[in-house]
Structure formats: C-alpha cells, structure tokens
T-cell receptor
Framework: SAVISQKPSRDICQRGTSLTIQCQVDSQVTMMFWYRQQPGQSLTLIATANQGSEATYESGFVIDKFPISRPNLTFSTLTVSNMSPEDSSIYLC??????????FGPGTRLLVL | GENVEQHPSTLSVQEGDSAVIKCTYSDSASNYFPWYKQELGKRPQLIIDIRSNVGEKKDQRIAVTLNKTAKHFSLHITETQPEDSAVYFC?????????????FGSGTRLLVRP
C-alpha cells in the first residue's frame, strides 16, 4: 500500500481562522479523498480531489468552507475556513489502491477554541 | 438514498469467544465491501474486504460473508484476543459517474475482556 503522510498531525486554532492540511503520497494516484471524523463518530466523505479538475463535494460540504487543491498526482491540500468549534474533528485523506480499496493517512486532529 | 447501517454499536466478548458485526447497505449496485479497524488515536486500517462476486472470504481469524440478495454483509472474528479491541467500520462502495466513493457504517466498539 502507499505511504501517506499528513501535516500538521494536530493543531489548536482560534475561531474565525483557517487551517490548511496537507496530504502527501509516495506514488501517483488519480483520486484522493478527504474525510471528516467527528469525535466518537464514523467517517464522512467531504470531497474527492482529482488532479486537473475541480474537487467533487458531498452533500453538506461546500467549496467556500473546504477549498481543496490538487496540484499534482502525489499531493493535495484541504483548507478548513472561518473555523468554529463545530469544526473540531479529525481530518483524514485517503488514496485508492488496487481498484476501490482505500488507505488512510494518519489524520490531522483539529481543535477549534 | 446512500446508507450503510451497522450493528451493534458496542460489543463486549470474553477472550476466546467469537464476535460478529453486521451491516446492511441500500445501493444494490454496490460491489465492494471493506472492513476497517481503528484503534484509539490511530488511522482506520483495512483488515479485510470482499467483492460482490464472492460470498465469503477468510483471513486467519477474520472472515467476511456477503448476501447480495438481502444486501447484508458481516464480519466474523474467531478466538478473540484483547488486541482485537477497537472500533470496527464497515463500508460499501457507490459508483458515481466515472468515480466511486465509500459509505461508512456508524462503527462498532468491540471490547475483548481478558
């Protein structure tokens, strides 16, 4: 499976600010996925990021709040904009391998005060 | 709509006993069903998966069964050990245009008592 890294691993932010999370993969992948995992909850897909095109957002998530970049086949960023305490979550990127199998990055633990 | 239901939400078993977690999916076109294990503070780890052309798959103490007609799939862990304690998530794939996505169940917190 691919080696996936995320930065930062954790952060504490003030409400109203923005945080950009980076996801780096050691191999080229066509799709990268961004998930949110609220405390004690399951994984919810935010958006699918394809290189060279706009990200596809799931219901309930909008580009103004969660802008995504995908400059190349090994890297993506997710920005959490104008944060509120409700944005406190773990944010995970994942990449496909061997078809529909997905492997997850280590996650970014975000606390918004 | 797109939905995966998972039961039970918590499961406590004695070490050595078996554990079974069940999921139901809504999209009859789903054809891929992975299971993930998430230990506290860690990322979800793929432990086993099954595709729709297979009814059962085993990997040592772990097995997954799939009933396409009923849209059910289950995770079976035999001879449970304390290190099996974690949260387990099932998921089902949904085709979307030329892409796909995974819909996750709500999770099962498994506790294996020594």
């Amino acid at each position: 499976s691919a080696v996936i890294s995320q930065k930062p691993s954790r952060d504490i932010c003030q409400r109203g600010t923005s945080l950009t999370i980076q996801c780096q993969v050691d191999s080229q992948v066509t799709m990268m996925f961004w998930y949110r995992q609220q405390p004690g909850q399951s994984l919810t897909l935010i958006a699918t990021a394809n290189q060279g095109s706009e990200a596809t957002y799931e219901s309930g998530f909008v580009i103004d709040k969660f802008p995504i970049s995908r400059p190349n086949l090994t890297f993506s960023t997710l920005t959490v904009s104008n944060m509120s305490p409700e944005d406190s979550s773990i944010y995970l990127c994942s990449v496909p391998s061997g078809g529909q199998t997905q492997y997850f990055g280590p996650g970014t633990r975000l606390l918004v005060l | 709509g797109e939905n995966v239901e998972q039961h039970p939400s918590t499961l406590s078993v004695q070490e050595g006993d078996s554990a079974v977690i069940k999921c139901t999916y809504s999209d009859s076109a789903s054809n891929y069903f992975p299971w993930y294990k998430q230990e506290l503070g860690k990322r979800p780890q793929l432990i086993i998966d099954i595709r729709s052309n297979v009814g059962e798959k085993k990997d040592q103490r772990i097995a997954v069964t799939l009933n396409k007609t009923a849209k059910h799939f289950s995770l079976h862990i035999t001879e449970t050990q304390p290190e099996d304690s974690a949260v387990y998530f099932c998921a089902a794939s949904i085709q979307k245009d030329s892409s796909y996505k995974l819909i996750f169940g709500s999770g099962t917190r498994l506790l294996v008592r020594p």
